[in-house]
């Protein structure tokens, strides 16, 4: 009897299984033939000849040193806000988590116009007056990354200082630590492994912007020009090899990016 009633329920359990694993291995042969699809459209005598010219020397350079401002600005911001998040209890915590939280949900280019209407009509002149211009330069594109690239950082050194035993903290401070010495000395080695990993999710989201770089910064060739752009520009004047090539160096480079990033995820998950 025991026998019979168990059958049933085995069987379910291994069609429910089945479905999981098929769902599961449907979705990660999708994504290898996508990526497979992309770099088959190109071959390496094409591909070494897109790296070799000027257009995508630029582009790349200007990509990762703009990235790499737009992170560090962005970890500086991202610091103190997932802190005061994650040690206080403030009101009206779930509005201002959600402001925070703005520009992950919101169209890029909402993001973009938002962003031009405040460099630009609302700002513009006084900025000018001090002799700043963000409007259509390259200012504007690092103020872009940084702006579409904080929110990542503020939720994963949220969790990363969320995760660390406050304990340890109180135990610094009653051997004379002062708070600043409590979160340079204690907190912020405690949440190494969460901060690196933001920064780079952070830089990650940077590098492939686009949408809010064009609204505020422009599609301006060898002048704003970030690698994002340049698929942009050379698809619409159907010069496909060259958007195809640069777009394989972005998939390789952000296919690098996410692996060292899930390493150090899973390294503090395992702290």
């Known amino acids: 009897m025991d026998s019979r009633q168990n059958n049933p329920k085995q069987l379910q359990n291994a069609i429910f299984f089945c479905l999981l694993w098929i769902v599961f291995a449907f979705t990660i042969l999708f994504l290898l033939l996508l990526m497979m699809g992309l770099i088959s459209y190109s071959d390496l005598s094409t591909l070494f000849n897109i790296l070799k010219q000027v257009e995508f020397h630029f582009a790349l350079k200007f990509t990762l040193w703009t990235s790499l401002v737009a992170t560090i600005f962005a970890t500086i911001i991202a610091l103190p806000c997932a802190y005061i998040l994650s040690r206080y209890k403030l009101p009206g915590r779930v509005f201002l988590d959600t402001m925070l939280d703005m520009p ?132 619409s004047i159907g010069d496909i090899k060259f958007a195809i090539s640069t777009a394989i160096v972005m998939l390789f480079i952000a296919f690098v990016l996410l692996i060292i990033l899930k390493i150090l995820l899973r390294n503090e998950v395992s702290v």
């Open 104 to 235: 992950i949900v919101l169209p890029p280019l909402i993001s973009g116009i938002a962003l031009l209407i405040f460099f630009g009509p609302v700002l513009g002149d006084h900025l000018a007056q001090a002799g700043i211009k963000i409007v259509f330069t390259p200012l504007g594109v690092i103020i872009a990354q940084c702006f579409i690239a904080t929110p990542y950082a503020i939720k994963t050194f949220k969790q990363a200082f969320a995760s660390i035993d406050q304990r340890m903290e109180n135990i610094a401070r009653t051997l004379g630590f002062s708070p600043p010495n409590v979160f340079l000395k204690v907190t912020l080695p405690l949440a190494k492994n969460g901060i690196i990993a933001g920064i780079m999710m952070a830089w990650t989201r940077a590098l492939g912007e686009f949408g809010a770089t064009a609204m505020l910064a422009g599609i301006t060739r060898m002048k704003t020009e970030t690698l994002s752009v340049a698929v942009f520009l050379n698809m």
